[in-house]
């Protein structure tokens, strides 16, 4: 009873899947890896992606580290801020970085002043990415850094590591499968992401607009190679994580 | 050397007032208590991992309580071992070998040869840590704690995740090396047996309070409450009211009565009122004709239980109060003791401990 | 350090949000409250994301308990199918679900015969909002399970519950607030909802689709009132699922 | 009363491998084995969470093998208690209630009291279970697993998860309450002092097979393999040779020589070869003279270590192997025992038990 239930939902999940890798010829998907405009595209989303997962790991693991271990005032509300992109409607999130990173505004008028803009340039993709994929790559490596049991870190400092060098020879190797993780589906979400930056850049055209555009352009038959294409990448990654991520953890 | 001088710490709900306590150089000294009495938030706070609110931590004289924990130079093993998962018991043990003075791979590996040797574990460096068993994991974890020659070795409940037929042998391995190494070590337990198979000092805490402390011995002998009585198990602990029967000598005691329930004995004592009666089961003599001479107190009782633990013989009498008495298997076979049997007890009036 | 690092993220996300809160004006607030096309629309996302939860909940908890409790071969692949729309671009699973649900598919056709239309009708939105949320509710709903022990079930069976009996009275119980979290949670990402909507369901508009649309008709300012309404539903939901959400867990 | 019958069951990497045992009608048996020997997967296939692939589970009388959980009326008390925290105590105590023949709110709250009396936690009937001390926990899983009055209680490890003061007061409790209640119960443990304390049978596991049963004394004191004798903490063992050098009696026994290093002892054996000695340590007997008479084996030895544990005194010598021996404080004391001082050791030749 309870199978049955829940292989509806399996079902479901899946069914759209296959449906869409069964729909492309060979021949379609060939003519569709051919395509200049659908290369330009996943080039563009992939360099994007992994610069919005750079940036994040950069600024986020800190930041998860200090969520997993220290207790301070606030810690509460930071988890909240950290998880808060994950209920904001793509739209709307378009439209915050459109009125915060625009030429209008304080932020956006500083940084297009030293030639940094966002609006309709790649910079507001990998804007748009960044912010709907941190929290992934934040919850994913604090996850990682709360299974490093602290003691193993007094142990090391007890035996002469540094703070640092205790999160070097200790918590990085034990935590780093995690964190891997976290930020493989990070760039995972970054490439799936749309709404936002339909708002922030149309073009240049990242894959899921480029599909999006052909869909309401040329109908479905257009939009299909392109989509099999991008559905693939994403299970690819996919798999990736799961081969990556700590067993321990499921 | 290690002297905790008037330590406050709190963390979390612990709160640890006014400890002081001082471990001479080359001495094991236990801190006992409860689950709950702020042990290993103590250890913690000596190795520099919960901040100090008062007093200071010296350390062979020399005042760490500012240092960091990494050059505090203090050794620790913890309840569940923690060794470095990633690492082989090899890398573990070396772990700490990368700041000692003279570091080089052949002065390390041959550190590491050595404590391997001395715990037994040479089979064991080329693997991996998974697997152990908890009493292989002590050695590695003691042999890493070893290695960067550390002035004090803290130990935080080393026999509590092993079965106790390893604790016996791990106690007395840790007993040899530790005569061996001449390591000053501080160890805290919930058990006192620890403190009697190993210690030279042991402190009791509860809530916090060290309540007692002294050689193992001494505590156990004469425990300063009915707290220290019944949980280091000096034995009979029994609640009642002491009233004097004679004057007082020169030091100020005198003969009394202590009464509770129907139990009555003679007994020494310095003060009356409520009190609370500490009788080691070994002090109460079992006998099958009233015992003669010196014996104050001579009742007849009957037997409840018999429980044969090996060398000795514990017997629960009904004597108006409940009372254990242990005896010699011998002893008991003599007496033919078993559930019904009356026999005389008799009872020392200086055998009974009034705290 | 760390701090610093982290805090620049914060930023990062808190700053656009706070910026649209702050350009909403409360006679624009007001007129947009007023507007009877934002309010159909906002009606109709309530009402779908609603629908697609209870859907969610009926097929994904009974999974969810199956994936925390018992162990059969093929676990690790549905735990990995249960998460697999995370990664999947939101056009992509649009497209997906546009072949799957359609008129011309074995599937959307049977259900069109029995009167039940997705693409351009509700039900594909409620499709749309399915296929994104039901992981969120499932994963949150499975971790609940996890932390349930089962040596308390065991206890439970032994002084007499069957196995109903057991769940009913122990189990849920125990588990209940993690799963309504993730039962929020998995609301707001239905509301929250564009990429596949957009492919599936233009008409009638939800909220999300409804700001986009406003914005490439009209502009940013037309935009920016409803986007303001619904990023305060966004964060009163959020604030309701912190409220929620077992406090050990973090 | 409980039979096992030929059980064979694998859960995870524990395989458990032909266990027969039986428990008869209000007996207190217990199963004792080191971690990981795959006491708490029996426990959990008697109970019915873990498949049997071969044998039966009989309760009085009754085949129970392929009855779930909740019809094969067996109590259960875990290690950790696992108290529902979502109920009070009271409701805890009453969880199993709902079920019972003559349910009711009346007869349900009668039966709570009464078994709240009798463990002595009617004061914290109202109360939730968060916060509740170990002991206390372990008292209302006990009750409550007592409520629906099972046929058979079955106990994990009860003692593990509390101080060993706390564990001396709850052991006396359970053995109460076992007299007073009579009712069948199999207790798992890794301390054999439990199963002394408490059983009146035991068995002996090892990876997944039962290597010795009978009564408590029996097993400790005539072990059947060097790793029983070890794990019930018999004493000493001692691997060494048996030389004959004598001619068997009627009962195929003869007078034989055990050889380990420098050691030597005379025994009665019953057959050559490789095998290790048992000695317990109240066998070996100290005096500052050789003894006289009956006793075949006297060595001078020397005097190692002494430990002062409460009634006796171990005290470890170097005999060629070290040895421990147990004597009174009386006799410490008299011979002055203490590391360094010469003294005679006297054993029997059949106080050395060899396996």
Not at chain 1, 4 to 19: D, K
Not at chain 1, 170 to 185: D, E, F, M, N, Y
Not at chain 2, 133 to 159: M, T, W, Y
Not at chain 2, 315 to 327: S, T, W
Request: charged letters at 15%.
């Amino acid at each position: 009873m309870l199978a049955l239930l829940g292989s509806m939902l399996i079902l479901f999940i899946v069914g759209p899947l296959v449906r869409l890798l069964f729909m492309a010829s060979p021949s379609g998907l060939g003519s569709a890896l051919a395509d200049p405009e659908l290369q330009a595209s996943i080039a563009l989303t992939v360099m994007c992606a992994t610069a919005a997962t750079a940036i994040a790991a950069a600024l986020g693991v800190p930041l998860a580290y200090l969520l997993a271990r220290a207790r301070f005032p606030g810690r509460r509300l930071l988890l909240g801020i950290v998880d808060l992109p994950v209920v904001i409607p793509h739209p709307v999130a378009g439209i915050a970085l459109l009125l915060f990173l625009g030429r209008h505004s304080a932020v956006g008028g500083a940084l297009a002043s030293l030639g940094l803009e966002f609006v309709s340039h790649v910079p507001g993709i990998v804007a748009g990415m960044l912010f709907v994929s941190a929290p992934i790559l934040v919850s994913g490596a604090r996850e990682a850094f709360v299974t490093v049991d602290p003691k193993l870190e007094r142990v090391a400092r007890s035996l002469g590591d540094s703070a640092w060098g205790c999160f070097r020879r200790v918590t990085l190797p034990l935590a780093g499968r995690g964190i891997l993780a976290g930020g493989i589906l990070a760039w995972a979400r970054s490439v799936s992401e749309f709404g936002s930056i339909v708002i922030l850049t149309y073009n240049p055209k990242v894959a899921s607009i480029l599909i999006f555009d052909r869909f309401t352009a040329y109908g479905l038959p257009a939009a299909v190679p392109a989509a099999v294409l991008l559905l693939m990448v994403a299970l690819a990654v996919f798999a990736l994580v799961r081969l990556v991520e700590p067993r321990e953890h499921r | 050397m290690i002297r905790l001088d008037g330590l406050r710490v709190r963390v979390g709900s612990f709160d640890l007032v006014d400890i002081s306590f001082e471990v001479p150089t080359g001495g094991y000294a236990l801190i006992i208590g409860p689950t709950g009495s702020g042990k290993t938030t103590l250890l913690d706070a000596i190795a520099g991992h919960a901040p100090l609110l008062a007093g200071r931590v010296l350390a062979h004289g020399r005042d760490v309580s500012s240092l960091p924990p990494e050059q505090r130079r203090l050794g620790i093993v913890y309840q569940q071992y923690h060794l470095f998962p990633h690492l082989s018991v090899g890398e573990n043990i070396a772990y700490g070998l990368r700041y000692a003075a003279g570091d080089g791979s052949e002065a390390t590996a041959t550190r590491v040869r050595a404590l391997a040797g001395l715990l037994g574990i040479t089979a064991l460096l080329e693997r991996g840590v998974r697997g152990l068993s908890g009493g292989e994991q002590q050695r590695v974890a003691i042999a890493r704690a070893l290695a960067p020659r550390p002035s004090v070795l803290l130990l935080d409940e080393p026999f509590a995740a092993v079965d106790p037929a390893t604790r016996t042998i791990l106690r007395r391995e840790l007993r040899v090396l530790h005569e061996a190494e001449g390591i000053t070590t501080l160890q805290v337990t919930h058990d006192f047996d620890d403190a009697l198979r190993l210690g030279d000092m042991v402190a009791v805490m509860a809530e916090g309070h060290i309540v007692q402390q002294g050689r193992p011995e001494d505590v156990f002998r004469y425990p300063n409450s009915a707290f220290v009585a019944r949980f280091v198990g000096t034995g009979n602990v029994v609640a009642g009211q002491v009233e004097r029967t004679g004057e007082p000598g020169a030091d100020g005691r005198f003969a009394a009565r202590f009464v509770s329930g129907t139990l009555e004995l003679h007994v020494i004592a310095d003060r009356e009122g409520l009190a609370h009666a500490v009788i080691r089961p070994e002090d109460l003599l079992l006998s099958s004709t009233p015992l003669p001479g010196s014996i104050r107190n001579r009742i007849e009782v009957v037997v409840e239980r018999v429980e044969h633990l090996g060398p000795v013989v514990q017997v629960q009498l009904a004597a108006g109060r409940d009372l254990v008495a242990a005896v010699t298997t011998a002893t008991a076979s003599d007496l033919g003791l078993r559930p019904g049997v009356r026999v005389w007890l008799g009872l020392k009036a200086t055998a009974v401990h009034l705290v």
